[in-house]
């Protein structure tokens, strides 16, 4: 009986495509919610807790738990059933303490749902960036810090860990969650491209987000795991400095005139390590605590992962090593495109 069940079941949901990982209710397994299941927990989508690209993200509660779980409530277009399968497809069958847990997903007709298990503190750029919410309170360094070693660890089981590796193409402040203690959750697997153990890169007409995109996107060529370690790269300046990489200084330096200190903060950031200046790169909102070596580690290693040729960068093993402290680093060179670029 119960395996005549199972087969109606797969049956049932087999058009979509999907792998099904296990039944309603079965440990490790993910859930086929009905549309309806949805509507009632997210209260007809009435609570929206953000969007993107590919539609928009409610807040709900499941009928049956106390679990509060967040319902990704996707476009009906051809690119948001692509996003659709490629979420399900990568993060379906794996955990990992900073990757946000998929907790089952809803195809029924044109209606394409994914649910996910809610981040209490939203979303990284909340927190870093003032006018992304003004209520926010200022993130310690400290927990900036574990913030990075998070997201580190999170890509690089992506990347060596898994059957395939699993390139996210898309990592930025927005797609990295928080917890109600702040652990981080790589998030939004929307673009992400797999790459077989027995190959080393893979070709992708998805493209990440402006200000995030490694050199290698414009050209055309293949990509590697190393489009997300740019794209870490740049998320860790932001972290640092607390204000996006392309905004101008002014934004926190009132004194400063409308012309003034408008360099390109990677470009910045990379002279002033030459020049053996971090403290002035570091969000003033901290008023100077901060550790000095935590934050020439973050540094160091942020220039490392936006070096212009794939080769230079450090893989995200690597990068866990040396924020872990099991390894040094040495000062980088400036990327040559980026100082034509801005300079």
């Known amino acids: 009986m119960l395996m005549l069940l199972l087969l109606i079941w797969r049956k049932k949901f087999k058009w979509c495509g999907l792998p099904l990982y296990g039944n ?11 549309y309806t299941d949805l509507v009632s927990a997210t209260k007809n989508f009435s609570e929206k807790l953000g969007g993107g690209g590919f539609g928009s993200v409610y807040k709900g509660m499941l009928s049956d738990s106390t679990i509060t779980i967040a319902v990704k409530k996707l476009d009906g277009d051809r690119q948001g059933e692509k996003q659709f399968r490629a ?19 809803c195809c029924e007709g044109n209606q394409r749902l994914l649910v996910y298990e809610h981040m209490f ?16 309170a200022v993130l310690s360094w400290n927990t900036r810090y574990q913030i990075t070693l998070g997201v580190a660890r999170g890509l690089s089981y992506l990347h ?18 928080l917890d109600a203690s702040f652990v981080p959750k790589v998030a939004d697997f929307g673009l992400a491209a797999f790459v077989g153990r027995d190959f ?9 987000t402006a200000g995030y995109l490694a050199p290698e ?3 055309g060529v293949a990509i590697t795991p190393k489009v997300d370690v740019y794209g870490f790269g740049m998320v860790l300046l932001e972290v640092i400095s607390g204000r996006r990489n392309s905004s101008p200084e002014e934004s926190y330096n009132t004194s400063s005139s409308s012309n003034q200190n408008v360099i390109y903060f990677p470009v910045q950031a990379i002279s002033k390590l030459h020049g053996g200046d971090l403290k002035s790169l570091v969000d003033p909102q901290l008023h100077g605590d901060f550790n000095l070596e935590e934050a020439e580690r973050v540094c160091k290693v942020a220039g490392w992962c936006i070096q212009d040729n794939e080769l230079d960068r450090r893989t995200m093993g690597e ?4 924020l872990e402290g099991q390894q040094e680093i040495d000062v980088p060179p400036m990327p040559r495109l980026l100082a034509a670029q801005f300079s």
Do not use: M, Y
Request: with cysteine; proline share 1%; charged share 20%.
């Open 24 to 34: 309603q209710g079965s440990a490790g397994g993910i859930i086929a919610f009905r």
């Open 87 to 105: 979420e399900v497809s990568s993060i379906g069958l794996i955990q990992h303490i900073n990757l946000v847990k998929l907790i089952g997903f």
């Open 121 to 136: 503190n939203g979303s990284l750029d909340r927190h870093l960036f003032k006018k992304s919410n003004v209520d926010a």
């Open 160 to 177: 060596q860990s898994c059957r395939e590796c699993i390139i996210h193409c898309d990592i930025k402040p927005e797609n990295i969650l």
């Open 200 to 208: 080393s890169r893979i070709l992708t007409s998805f493209r990440g």
């Open 217 to 219: 996107w414009l050209t």
């Open 319 to 322: 990068v866990v090593r040396v």
